[in-house]
């Protein structure tokens, strides 16, 4: 059995800040936990607006608090996101995440990430990214 709390592992290196100042994500499983995906918590702050392509990776986004909108770059859809907003990554979407007000949501991963991910220059998680030391 695996246990953990958001407020332990975020003192821990499962917690990733993005360079680009967009986001941070606390990542409570990961491939190491052998459960095959990954779950995380992720912030994304006010005022963030970009582009991400999960080439490698399919995604599904669950909307605890906040207020924002993904738009579907391939056929301009526009979805608002609130709290009990589900949305799923599934054919690998390019898409643009905008947050009017800061959001928290959690994300499943297929495949698991191992942990240092952040967005390569697409807006793509790599799949040989290292893991995360901590097993906190």
């Known amino acids: 059995m695996i246990v953990?709390?958001?407020?332990?592992a975020q003192q821990t290196d499962r917690r990733i800040v993005s360079p680009d100042g967009n986001w941070e994500s606390t990542r409570l499983?990961?491939?190491?936990?052998?459960?095959g995906f990954s779950f995380?918590?992720?912030?994304?702050?006010?005022g963030a607006d970009f582009m991400m392509h999960y080439q490698n990776h399919v995604e599904a986004v669950y909307c605890i608090s906040g207020e924002?909108?993904?738009?579907?770059?391939?056929d301009g859809q526009v979805y608002p996101i609130a709290?009990?907003?589900?949305?799923?990554?599934?054919?690998?979407?390019r898409h643009r995440l905008r947050?009017?007000?800061?959001?928290k949501l959690a994300c499943v991963f297929n495949p698991p990430l191992n942990g240092r991910e952040v967005h390569n220059a697409e807006g793509a998680y790599e799949?040989?990214?290292?893991?995360?030391?901590?097993q906190g």
């Open 29 to 35: 499983l990961l491939k190491d936990d052998g459960m």
């Open 127 to 134: 799949l040989d990214a290292e893991a995360v030391d901590a």
């Open 4 to 8: 953990r709390t958001l407020q332990k």
């Open 40 to 46: 995380h918590i992720t912030t994304i702050y006010a």
């Open 68 to 74: 924002g909108e993904v738009e579907c770059l391939d």
């Open 99 to 103: 947050a009017f007000r800061e959001l």
């Open 83 to 93: 709290p009990g907003t589900l949305y799923n990554l599934n054919k690998h979407d």
